[in-house]
Structures are given as structure tokens and as C-alpha cells.
DNA sequence: AGTTGTCAAGCTAGT
DNA sequence: ACTAGCTTGACAACT
């Protein structure tokens, strides 16, 4: 079991988010910021292994405009050694990685254009754990999609768009279950229909299920990783007090992250710490981790 | 030097 | 009609 944070690190004083406005695009800019980003990915992976965080997810930014149609720059050829270094260093000391493409990735949307904008995302995502010279394991993850006023025909429609997807992409998509539209449930009718793998959000279970349990839950989940995926991956937070449900918690609470650690014991997975002190929350859940696995 | 409006992209629910 | 929240800050123009 691997436990991480999200993209970003607070106590480092570097971001791997550099990026510049569409407006003042330019190869030399894009150069800049991607060396920028690279090299403090380089900076943040050496913290996480000094503190046995071996889980990380990297984020969607390394490469500002990687799919806008403006950018023509072969920057998978420009930084090829600089990715297959940091995917060296990855592989030598065994961490897990992970990326999530955010909300505008939508597999599912009627609109071919979005979907279109979607797949191009998805590959950059991919190429980059590619370039990295990373195993099938290192996942790219995505909610499923919007409803669009027919939850049926929406799933129908993400199965449908999924086959069509390049097998480089295939092979790293997983689907995480939502705080709102897509259950554990509905996921499952889609791993049904594609074998597609399910990330379990923990807090997006608590906030949408059908009945179902955490543990029944994460067990739902379990079924859908095969061998060559890697361990499950599963997402943890909590509401954060007096906010609108779903908004993720400031700082970890301990009491229930412990409980969580406790009931699973009998099982092995993979924790992403969705919580906003990021690293902070992190190194204490790896106390606790400590405690109750070996 | 510090503040603040805005930034490639979408959807939903709440105000 | 507008906006917070999503995984989330960073840029750049302005004071």
C-alpha cells in the first residue's frame, strides 16, 4: 500500500503548474515553462521519497496547451530524455503515479467537438507516461461525464466513445465514481461493458451511493483491477465543516482516516489524499499507516 | 511591491 | 442569471 498527494507540493517552494496565457504563446515560452515544470517534479519526487510518500499524482499543467491546436511544437521529441530521466528515477525507486485530467475531459458529452477535444487530451496525458517509460499501472483518471438529461443514454454514449479510443489510452483510463452523478453502481455497468477499471473516492461514495457500504464499496471496486493494472487506486477525503457538500476537507481527520486504515486491513490498495495541505495530511495518514500495516 | 481580474476547454446544483 | 466547485493557482496588468 502507497499512500500521496495531488500535483502540488506547499512546502518546497516550486510548482510543476508554470504556465503562461494563450496570448503570449510562443516555443521558447512553452520551453521555458515545461524545464521549469520538469525540474521541480524532479525537486518534489525527491521530497516524496525521503518521506516514503510513494504515490504521486503528476499534474495536468507540465505541459501548458499540450492539445491546443495552436501549439505544433514536438515537445515529446525536445524533452524525451529529460522525461525518461524523471521516469528512471520513478522506476528505480518503485513509486506509483497517477494523473487525472480535469473537468473538460468529458468521454461522454454529445457534442463530438468536446468529445473530439477530450480524446487529444487524454493522449497527451498518456504520452506522457509513455515518454516516462512507464508501466501500464501508472493510471490516467476521469470521472465519467455529465448526465446531459439522460443518465442511460450518457453511459451508453461513454461506452460507445471508449471503444473507439486509441489502445494507448485504453490501457491507462480508469474511472473514478462522483460526489453527484455516476455511483460506484453506474460505474460498474460501465466496467461491465468496457473492463474498464474503478478508481473508489471514499468521500464521493459518501456523498452518492445507493446503499451500498465503503466496504461493499471498495469491494465492488476490487473486482474491477486486473493483475496488470497495478494495485487498486482509491481517492480519500472528507467533507470539509460548514462548506456545501462535496468540498474536500483542509486537513486530514485523523479519527476517521484511522477507522478507514482499520476496516481495510484485510485489504491492499493504493490512497490518494485529495486534501488541500496536500503534503501535510499526507505525512501524518503515513503515521497512521505505519501504526496498522506492518 | 502588492493587489486583483482573468485565464483553452464543461457540467451541475445552489443562490 | 450567475457562480462555486471540481484536483487547483498562476499570470499579468494595474495600482
Redesign the pocket.
Known amino acids: 500500500m502507497k499512500i500521496g498527494y ?3 507540493n ?1 512546502s518546497i517552494g516550486c ?1 510543476t ?8 504563446y510562443s516555443e521558447r515560452n512553452l520551453i521555458e ?1 515545461v524545464n521549469n515544470n520538469l525540474d521541480c517534479l524532479q525537486k518534489i519526487l525527491e521530497f516524496n521519497l525521503k518521506h516514503n510518500l510513494l504515490f504521486f499524482r503528476m ?3 507540465i505541459v ?5 491546436p495552436i501549439n505544433k511544437f514536438n515537445w515529446q521529441k525536445y524533452f524525451k530524455n529529460r522525461f525518461e530521466e524523471i521516469g528512471n528515477f520513478i522506476k528505480k525507486y518503485d513509486f506509483r503515479i497517477s494523473m ?7 468521454l461522454n ?3 463530438k467537438k ?1 468529445v473530439q ?1 477530450s480524446i ?2 487524454l493522449i497527451y496525458h498518456c504520452e506522457v507516461l509513455d515518454l516516462m517509460g512507464l508501466d501500464k499501472t501508472a493510471k490516467v483518471q476521469i ?1 465519467v ?5 439522460d443518465k442511460k443514454e ?1 453511459i451508453k454514449r461513454f461506452v460507445r466513445n471508449y471503444q473507439q479510443l486509441p489502445a494507448m489510452v485504453k490501457s491507462r483510463l480508469v474511472i ?1 465514481n ?4 455516476y455511483s460506484i453502481i453506474e460505474c460498474l455497468s460501465i466496467y461491465q461493458e468496457t473492463g474498464i477499471p474503478i478508481v473508489f ?1 471514499y468521500f ?1 461514495h459518501s456523498c452518492l451511493n445507493k446503499g451500498e457500504t465503503y466496504l461493499e464499496g471498495i469491494n465492488m471496486a476490487l473486482k474491477t483491477w486486473q493483475k496488470k493494472d497495478g494495485l487498486m487506486i482509491t ?1 480519500y477525503s472528507t467533507q ?1 465543516k460548514g ?6 476537507t483542509e486537513h486530514i481527520d485523523l479519527k476517521d482516516f484511522e477507522n478507514y486504515i482499520q476496516s481495510t486491513l484485510y485489504l491492499d490498495f493504493d490512497i490518494m489524499l ?3 495541505d ?1 503534503e501535510k495530511s499526507a505525512l501524518k495518514a503515513l503515521k497512521i499507516l505505519k501504526k496498522w500495516r506492518r
Open positions: 495531488p500535483c502540488i506547499l510548482t503548474n508554470s504556465t503562461f496565457r494563450l496570448k503570449n515553462k499534474s495536468s499543467d501548458p496547451f499540450a492539445s491546443h487525472h485530467p480535469d473537468q473538460f475531459v468529458l458529452s454529445p457534442d468536446i477535444n487529444k487530451e470521472h461525464g455529465g448526465v446531459y438529461y450518457s473514478e462522483d460526489e453527484r452523478l473516492d464521493h481517492d470539509k462548506a456545501r457538500t462535496g468540498t474536500h485529495e486534501i488541500k496536500k
